[in-house]
C-alpha cells in the first residue's frame, strides 16, 4: 500500500511561486505514474499535470501549461510541482495521486492512491 503526503502549500500574492512536493511511503513509486490535481472552492477535481514513471514524458492542464512543472525524483521517492506566476484562479487543495500502470494518465479515476491534499491560496 502506498501512502501520500503533500506539502509545500500555503498562502502566496498573485504572480508569486510556490513548489509543492508529495513524498510516497509503503513502498517505492519508482514504476508509478504520478499525478498532480486540484479542487477549487465549491469546484469539483481536476487534472493539473501528470509524469510517466521515469520522468521522460510529462502532460499539463492547458490552464497551468508554461507556468507549472511537474517533475520526480525516484531517488527519493517524491513528486513536485513548480507553479510560477500564480493566479488568484489558481487558489484549491492541491492532491498528488499515483497509479501503478507506467503510463502517465490525465482521469481521476486512473489513479488508486491520493494524498490528503495541501491547500494553495493566491491573493490578487
Known amino acids: 500500500q502506498v501512502q501520500l503526503v503533500e506539502s509545500g502549500g500555503g498562502l502566496v500574492q498573485a504572480g508569486g511561486s510556490l513548489r509543492l512536493s508529495c513524498t510516497a511511503s509503503g513502498r517505492t513509486i519508482s514504476s508509478y505514474a504520478m499525478g498532480w490535481f486540484r479542487q477549487p472552492p465549491g469546484k469539483g477535481r481536476e487534472f493539473v499535470a501528470t509524469i510517466n514513471w521515469s520522468g521522460g514524458s510529462t502532460y499539463h492542464a492547458d490552464s497551468v501549461k508554461g507556468r507549472f512543472t511537474i517533475s520526480r525524483d525516484n531517488a527519493k521517492n517524491t513528486v513536485y510541482l513548480q507553479m510560477n506566476s500564480l493566479k488568484p484562479e489558481d487558489t484549491a487543495v492541491y492532491y498528488c495521486?499515483?497509479?501503478?500502470?507506467?503510463?502517465?494518465?490525465?482521469?481521476?479515476?486512473?489513479?488508486?492512491?491520493w494524498g490528503q491534499g495541501t491547500q494553495v491560496t493566491v491573493s490578487s
Open positions: 495521486a499515483g497509479r501503478s500502470g507506467s503510463a502517465w494518465q490525465t482521469a481521476i479515476h486512473e489513479y488508486a492512491y
